[in-house]
């Protein structure tokens, strides 16, 4: 028998993962749901991806699981996918060299192009292949944020920015280090959730040691993503001086519920996280059927904040167009 090390552990973790979802299916005892079958029969360009450290966190014999429901392929993916025009999110236009420059004074990097998980609502599910490989593009993107002098602000994302090792992730704060005129970074993830043994030691030692205010947006969507050892990563976080923000979408059948969403703003603030955005989804062919509608939203929100204090209510977030 193979032992690993904690620095190991995450990736051994990623690695088993379940990759067919008639696997899934057995394993949460839901391998006679007509229902669930049909909807996995269909074929989709976007693959099914699940590690089982999250699975664990799937209730058993339930189709309605809420975990379960972010991941499961649906038969209306390709429905849609083949009814509606095609329309990629307006964000993928914006994308240069890996870079995107909506704001003056952040840029966004897509740092790379996989994730552990794949979600069945992703709106960046269509181009994350075609991100292109951050070291092509890396001495355009020091260039342009040198001399785009109004840049306080770096944010990561992908894909998922954290699925790159510690040693790449080290060597890549010290490039922007040397940019004096950076002084906040932002890491949008969801592998701490999905993996938590991702924030290793030497990941915090990296952050700690940063001259720059680290701050990391997880993405949670339900209450039941959080386990004890996610818990316990949010806490190392913490001790890293990291202050750590939530972001959600909000999802029909999933969390489109006032005592839902209160709920997990309580799990959110006891693993040491703030309850920052709620999404509206964005819009692609082939996730139309998560959707909330922008009336539903609000009224969602209204009935939110009669069951949460003030700093525990996420504010509500929508394409202005
Ligand atoms: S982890 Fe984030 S980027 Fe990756 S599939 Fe899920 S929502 Fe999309």
Same mark, same amino acid.
């Given at each position: 028998?193979k032992?690993?090390?904690?620095?190991?552990?995450?990736?051994?973790?990623?690695?088993n993962t379940?990759?067919?979802?008639?696997?899934l299916?057995?394993?949460?005892?839901?391998?006679?749901?007509?229902?669930?079958?049909?909807?996995i029969?269909?074929?989709?360009?976007f693959?099914?991806?699940?590690?089982?450290?999250?699975?664990?966190?799937?209730?058993?014999?339930?189709?309605?699981?809420?975990?379960?429901?972010?991941?499961?392929?649906?038969?209306?993916?390709?429905?849609?996918?083949?009814?509606?025009?095609?329309?990629?999110?307006? %964000?993928?236009n914006?994308i240069?060299? =890996?870079?995107?420059? +909506?704001? @003056?004074?952040?840029?966004? $990097? !897509? *740092? &790379?192009? /996989?994730?552990?998980?794949?979600?069945?609502?992703?709106f960046?599910?269509?181009?994350?292949?075609?991100?292109?490989?951050i070291?092509?593009?890396?001495?355009?993107?020091?260039?342009?944020?040198?001399?785009?002098?109004?840049?306080?602000?770096?944010?990561?994302?992908?894909?998922?920015?954290?699925?790159?090792r510690?040693?790449?992730?080290?060597?890549?704060?010290?490039?922007?280090?040397?940019?004096?005129?950076i002084?906040?970074?932002?890491?949008?993830?969801?592998?701490p959730?999905?993996?938590?043994?991702?924030?290793t030691?030497?990941?915090c030692?990296?952050?700690i040691?940063?001259?720059?205010?680290?701050?990391?947006?997880?993405?949670?969507n339900?209450a039941? %993503?959080?386990?004890?050892?996610?818990? =316990?990563?949010?806490? +190392?976080? @913490?001790?890293?001086?990291? $202050? !750590? *923000? &939530?972001? /959600?979408v909000?999802?029909?059948?999933?969390?489109?519920?006032?005592?839902?969403?209160?709920?997990?703003?309580?799990?959110?603030?006891?693993?040491g996280?703030i309850?920052?955005?709620?999404?509206?989804?964005?819009?692609?062919n082939?996730?139309?059927?998560?959707l909330?509608?922008?009336?539903?939203?609000?009224?969602?929100?209204?009935?939110?904040?009669?069951?949460?204090?003030g700093?525990?209510?996420?504010?509500?977030?929508?394409?202005?167009?």
């Open positions: 028998m032992y690993f090390n904690s620095k190991e552990l995450w990736l051994k973790q990623l690695s379940i990759n067919n979802p008639y696997e299916l057995s394993l949460l005892k839901l391998d006679n749901n007509i229902k669930l079958i049909n909807n029969k269909t074929k989709v360009p693959s099914f991806k699940v590690p089982k450290i999250f699975v664990k966190r799937m209730k058993l014999n339930d189709p309605n699981d809420p975990l379960l429901m972010q991941v499961l392929i649906n038969i209306k993916e390709s429905r849609n996918f083949n009814k509606l025009t095609k329309k990629i999110s307006s %964000e993928s914006l240069k060299f =890996n870079l995107i420059h +909506k704001y @003056n004074n952040r840029v966004l $990097i !897509l *740092l &790379n192009n /996989s994730c552990a998980i794949h979600c069945r609502y992703c960046r599910r269509d181009y994350l292949k075609d991100i292109s490989n070291k092509n593009n890396m001495n355009y993107i020091i260039n342009y944020i040198l001399q785009n002098k109004e840049i306080n602000e770096v944010i990561l994302s992908g894909g998922d920015p954290l699925m790159i510690d040693k790449n992730i080290k060597l890549f704060i010290s490039m922007l280090e040397k940019i004096n005129h002084l906040i970074l932002r890491i949008h993830t969801r592998l959730i999905i993996i938590p043994s991702r924030i030691n030497d990941l030692n990296i952050l040691n940063s001259r720059f205010k680290i701050i990391l947006v997880t993405h949670i339900h039941n %993503e959080i386990d004890s050892n996610v818990i =316990n990563s949010m806490n +190392k976080l @913490n001790k890293a001086n990291v $202050i !750590l *923000l &939530n972001q /959600s909000l999802l029909r059948n999933i969390n489109n519920n006032a005592s839902v969403l209160a709920n997990l703003s309580i799990k959110l603030i006891q693993a996280i309850p920052y955005y709620i999404h509206l989804l964005d819009k692609i082939s996730n139309i059927h998560f909330v509608t922008k009336t539903q939203a609000n009224k969602i929100m209204r009935d939110l904040s009669s069951k949460v204090s700093y525990l209510l996420p504010k509500l977030m929508y394409d202005k167009k």
